[in-house]
């Protein structure tokens, strides 16, 4: 579900935490792995922009930590809704 916010690929998770894309494969297919792998991969996720929920009663997931702004945009003064540059 993380990877799938991020819109990432195996090998794009694999990348950003220094990991294999096979180390990757495995831990979703349920397989064991180090702590060490499984932190890495985590604050892969966290640095990209997501935190973690625990479990409230819909289960836990993760969310972004701030809005993701197109490039192109910028909040305008004062205003509440984005104003969008060319």
Known sequence: MARAALRWGVRDLAKNAGVTATTVSRIEAGK?????????????????????????????????????????????????RLDHTS
């Open 32 to 80: 064991p792995a180090f702590s060490g792998t499984l932190k890495a991969i985590r604050a892969a996720f966290e640095a990209a922009g997501l935190q973690f929920i625990d479990q409230n009663g819909g289960g836990p997931g993760v969310r972004f930590l701030r809005p993701k702004l197109p490039k192109h945009a910028h909040l305008g003064s004062g205003n509440s």
